[in-house]
DNA sequence: AATAGGTCCAACCGCGGCGAG
DNA sequence: GCTCGCCGCGGTTGGACCTAT
């Protein structure tokens, strides 16, 4: 398999931005001559370039039909939903869809491939992280240090008090929804308790922080739909499901421990929560876990201490109270 | 007003596929 | 079957621009 040599290190070739008169003889060329050989190319044209550089700046900028702008919220959804469709590049003799940018870039006429690819790594890939989806995957986020990093720490509460948009508390909810999900699946050794017992104990001590009502907290986990009716609506549709599991738990069998309660029996553990990832995504995020190597304990009591960073501002309990009022 | 830090995007780079000889 | 040269892909970079302090 033959390669290219490179011609990064022909410094007699000219690199960078491009001038105005470059670009008018790579356009003067092409509409006479049309594309031909790109290798050839700089040199008929008068071009001091190498022909992947000429290919670049026509396809990226020069070619006529290229859509300059922001991207409408068409364009948005349509790369989206072909990004979830054609996943990772991977490529493959047998597909005749082996490159995703250029796939995406097909559907949507007079945008190059370069232009979605930067889109997608300064804008689309941060909204979805923003909204507790993994870019990658399009599933909900299963890297638990990433989970973390993305809960807000500081929210104007003036701010909250008069702009209080549905997507963000959505948004908020789908990222503890994951962190609840990660942590339910999660042994505790020492205790023998399973990982609900160990939610149960995060969201105890987020309770205490803040002297909200646990079950409450523990409501959050549950998957709601994407419109703030939902969340409304929240605490009728699960809090009775909650209020009797918990009512289920004989006091003998409730442990406190600085302050934090966990149960000691499996049999007495909370509900299994709602699934909000696939079973690959959940198997992917056990598999993440695994490979921090980071102690039991210390994974239980760091998430401790960022459940109470994150309830424990105004914002946040501001957050609290519109969600159940 | 100055400047440090963050964001955006055009352009570059290295690599793999593929056709021709 | 192997090598060479070209094409085009995804990932990365560097500098211009923007924003916050």
Redesign the pocket.
């Known amino acids: 398999?033959?390669?290219?040599?490179?011609?990064?290190s022909d410094i007699s070739l000219?690199?960078?931005?491009?001038t105005l008169e470059e670009d008018k003889k790579l356009i003067d060329y092409i509409q006479k001559h049309g594309k031909?050989?790109?290798?050839?190319l700089p040199n008929k044209a008068g071009l001091n370039?190498c022909?992947?550089?000429c290919?670049?700046?026509w396809?990226?900028?020069l070619r006529p039909d290229i859509k300059r702008g922001n991207f409408s919220s068409d364009e948005e959804q349509i790369i989206i939903d072909l990004h979830s469709l054609h996943g990772?590049?991977v490529?493959n003799?047998d597909t005749t869809c082996?490159?995703?940018?250029?796939?995406i870039a097909s559907h949507l006429p007079g945008r190059s491939?370069?232009?979605i690819?930067?889109?997608w790594?300064?804008?689309l890939r941060?909204k979805l992280l923003r909204s507790g989806i993994e870019p990658k995957t399009h599933q909900p986020i299963s890297d638990l240090n990433l989970l973390f990093n993305l809960l807000p720490t500081s929210i104007n509460p003036w701010e909250n008090a008069l702009e209080f948009h549905a997507d963000q508390v959505n948004q908020k909810i789908q990222v503890l929804q994951n962190i609840l999900k990660v942590l339910s699946t999660r042994p505790l050794p020492n205790t023998g308790a399973n990982c609900l017992g160990e939610s149960y104990n995060l969201i105890q001590a987020g309770g205490c922080i803040n002297g909200i009502d646990p079950l409450q907290l523990q409501e959050l986990s549950y998957p709601l739909s994407p419109n703030l009716g939902s969340i409304e609506s929240a605490p009728e549709r699960f809090g009775a499901i909650y209020m009797n599991s918990m009512e289920t738990i004989p006091e003998n069998l409730v442990n406190q421990t600085n302050g934090i309660r966990s149960t000691s029996n499996e049999e007495y553990s909370l509900p299994v929560l709602v699934p909000a990832a696939t079973e690959t995504c959940t198997a992917n995020l056990m598999n993440s876990i695994s490979s921090m190597h980071i102690p039991n304990q210390t994974i239980a009591s760091n998430c401790i201490e960022t459940w109470g960073n994150l309830i424990d501002d105004d914002a946040s309990s501001y957050l609290w109270k519109e969600i159940y009022l």
Do not use: V
């Open positions: 398999m033959g390669r290219s040599p490179s011609r990064s000219k690199k960078g931005p491009w031909g050989s790109w290798q050839k370039r022909g992947k550089s290919r670049l700046r396809t990226n900028y990772n590049s490529i003799k082996a490159y995703r940018w250029s796939t491939d370069n232009e690819k930067n889109f790594n300064t804008n941060k």
